[in-house]
């Protein structure tokens, strides 16, 4: 079994071939070192995922790998960032080559995929946690926030809602499913699509943006609150997958898009005169308006106002 320097050469140590420019010191150094971009500020956020709370202890290495790292970035796309690089803090059970060399190889095609290197991290004996923290760079004074959505804005998001919630429960046997269902689905939870490319986009044109991560009404929510403003969603506008929506059910099928979490799309907001640049970018989706006021209201294809007491996942 290695010891924890051998593990860390071993399996979290990438080729210094395969290294951006842009890292100066990566792995095995006290601090990873990078070199911003001229003129950028630094934008980081991390994220912790719990076997057993977050993904399922006996979940295929690779896709707890790419989840971990797929969900950290999506804050840094959420904020109009560019990846610099990610730390990796590691807490194992126990040192199993077999995991590890999984684990190992899901990281390093995650993070080529995404451009966005291993450059750092700790290892440390206990249940299985793993914490990723993701740093990227945005020029200066562009980040998009939480806090510029006005009345009159449109309100956009970026593919289907509720397939993390359906995910779920397929993995926890409440959902029957075809395999192809089941497999887009899991696809779904495990490699949540990160486009850095569409929060680029978004720095001049968007007024405001999150990332789903705890579902909508709750995440939009968050955007209403720092803004001061309210928004009305439209049911019929909802992008929701036909994959599972029959299966799944009416009632269900909305409560899982309202309120369901880990879909890791976009969500923005934008002034009408803006929309015509979000042309060509595939799977958007306008649902609703900013309005004066305050929270989230949802009307149905004929206007009437929809409960919105939709569960959203709380830690605590
Ligand atoms: P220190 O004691 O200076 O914090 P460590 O002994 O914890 O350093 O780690 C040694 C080197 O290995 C550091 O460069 C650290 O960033 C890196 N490292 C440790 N664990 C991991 C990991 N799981 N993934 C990537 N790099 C790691
Ligand atoms: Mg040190």
Redesign the pocket.
Known sequence: MPG??EL?RRY??PPLSSLPAAVLTG????C?VLRLPPACDLALSVDTQVAGVHFHHDAEPALIASRALRCAASDLVATGAEPLGF????TLPAADEGWLQAFADGLQQTAAQLHCP?V????TRGPLTISVQVHGSIPYDKALRRSGARAGDQVWVSGTLGDGAAALAVMEHRLLVTDEVRGYLLQRFYRPDIDFALGVHLRQLASSAIDVSDGLVADLGHICQASGVGARIRLDALPVSPLWRQVAGEQQALSWTLGGGDDYRLCFTMPARQVATLQGWPGLACIGHIVEGQGVSVVDADGVSCDTEHHSYRHF
């Open positions: 924890e320097f860390i979290f140590t792995v095995g150094d006290d990873a730390t990796l803090a590691l291993l750092g991290g700790d290892t």
